[in-house]
């Protein structure tokens, strides 16, 4: 039984939690640009409520959303062609994630990386809402009736979850409802890795601020950190296979095929035979060619956090325009009286 004829529509978020980095821009950001879309607006988030699951500094947390706000935008994201919002400002996200707490089994979130990641050794002293996150995630998602959801590689399993909540709701209820989204995962750069550690996420909570590039590092901060970026003492090889068991290396020639917009195997065809104390000062100026602009414009958007607040307040408004109704519906669906039809 088919209730909706879904058109395409890109819905992704980031979390307000301060230091974003180079694994953001080119896992995220760099991919939300080129996916704007004229006909049905491309929704961007701010998930502030995401954030809040493990605790933030509520000026910090304030400070972050606005930072992250003038990311988007001086990465390239038009707050009049997309949607640009902070997500607590749109109650019918906790609305359906509610309902969804309600579908989604305890066995699926047992299985969820991330929790076990961020949880560590101690779960028990997690917020319930760490717990709970995949479930707001799906809500973000299906409250627009999304199809596409851009993210790096560390988000698949929890659009796949997604997926599942979508399937159980339409199932249980014998309705074609909620779309069944795809994460759109591609590029050189899916998954960014640390600059210490080959084998680990870059990720804007690991402790050592040398183990990441941040959005806002400045040209010396960037270079430093590629120069004492961990590496074997072999040259680069000519061919993909050469890079195998070579994580650390493997994830330079990444960066920089994603910076420069090739593939990995043109940067070796240009670089094989060369040490790393040639491509680490050429990888350095390509970081430092993308990411100082966008630093610059940051702090120029910085400078005016009214205009950042207008920003997120018409986003919010245009967001609870597509969300209302389907919120609605879907109160509809599961049997709650509306106290006016809308
Ligand atoms: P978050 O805030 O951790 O990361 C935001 C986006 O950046 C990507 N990313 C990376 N990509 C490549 N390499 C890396 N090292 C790297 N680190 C981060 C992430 O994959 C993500 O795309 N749960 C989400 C936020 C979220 C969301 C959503 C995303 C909430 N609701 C609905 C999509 C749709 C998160 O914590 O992302």
Request: net charge negative.
């Given at each position: 039984m088919s209730e909706a004829n879904f058109q395409p529509r890109v819905f992704s978020g980031i979390q307000?939690?301060?230091?974003?980095t180079l694994g953001n821009y080119l896992g995220a950001l760099r991919r939300f640009v080129d996916m704007q879309n004229d006909e049905n607006p491309a929704l961007y988030c701010i998930v502030d409520l995401h954030a809040i699951t493990v605790w933030q500094e509520p000026d910090a947390l304030a400070m972050a959303t606005r930072e992250l706000t003038a990311a988007y935008v001086a990465c390239g994201i038009d707050p009049e062609r997309s949607i640009l919002f902070n997500q607590s400002q749109v109650p019918a996200h906790s609305q359906l994630a509610w309902i969804f707490n309600c579908v989604a089994r305890i066995g699926w979130i047992n299985r969820m990386t991330q929790f076990k990641d961020k949880a560590g050794k101690n779960r028990e002293n997690a917020s319930l809402g760490l717990y709970a996150y995949p479930a707001l995630m799906a809500a973000d998602i299906l409250v627009y009736h999304a199809t596409h959801v851009p993210v790096g590689e560390d988000q698949k399993q929890h659009v796949e979850l997604t997926r599942d909540i979508a399937a159980k709701f339409n199932h249980d209820f014998g309705l074609d409802f909620f779309p069944m989204p795809e994460p759109v995962i591609e590029g050189a750069a899916t998954r960014v890795m640390s600059l210490r550690d080959g084998t680990k996420k870059m990720s804007?909570?690991?402790?050592?601020?040398?183990?990441r590039i941040n959005m806002t590092d400045d040209a010396d901060a960037i270079a430093q950190k590629i120069r004492k970026a961990r590496t074997d003492p072999e040259a680069l090889p000519?061919?993909?296979?050469?890079?195998?068991?070579r994580p650390e290396a493997r994830n330079l020639v990444n960066i920089y095929a994603a910076l420069a917009g090739t593939q990995p195997q043109d940067v070796l065809t240009e670089y094989g035979g060369q040490q790393f104390s040639t491509f680490k000062p050429a990888l350095a100026d390509l970081a430092v060619e993308h990411l100082s602009p966008i630093a610059g414009r940051m702090s120029e958007l910085m400078a005016d956090p009214a205009e950042i607040d207008r920003i997120l307040a018409q986003g919010a408004d245009r967001a609870a325009e597509i969300a209302e109704p389907i919120i609605d519906r879907t109160y509809e669906i599961t049997g709650m009286i509306l106290k006016r039809k809308s």
């Open positions: 307000p939690s301060g230091n974003l804007k909570s690991d402790p050592s601020d040398m183990s000519s061919e993909l296979k050469g890079l195998d068991d």
